[in-house]
């Protein structure tokens, strides 16, 4: 295995791991209820996307 030949600096390493950030995540607007929502996702709150109603598949019930 490759192995590297010089001491990596600590300005460096800094440097390097300063963009290694985590973004907010993007919201959209739901068109029926108004609420904040994940693009790509049903509605938490009314539950629909995309002109149809999935509130069952959202709120499922976990029973053991």
């Known amino acids: 295995m490759a192995l590297p030949k010089y001491k990596t600096s600590r300005a460096n390493t800094h440097s390097r791991r300063a963009n290694w950030k985590a973004k907010a995540a993007q ?17 938490p709150s009314c539950g629909s996307f ?3 109603v999935y509130r069952e598949a959202v709120r499922s019930i976990h029973t053991k």
Request: aromatic share 0%; net charge positive.
């Open 27 to 43: 919201t959209v607007t739901c068109p029926n209820c108004g609420a904040p929502t994940l693009p790509h996702m049903a509605c």
């Open 50 to 52: 995309r002109g149809r």
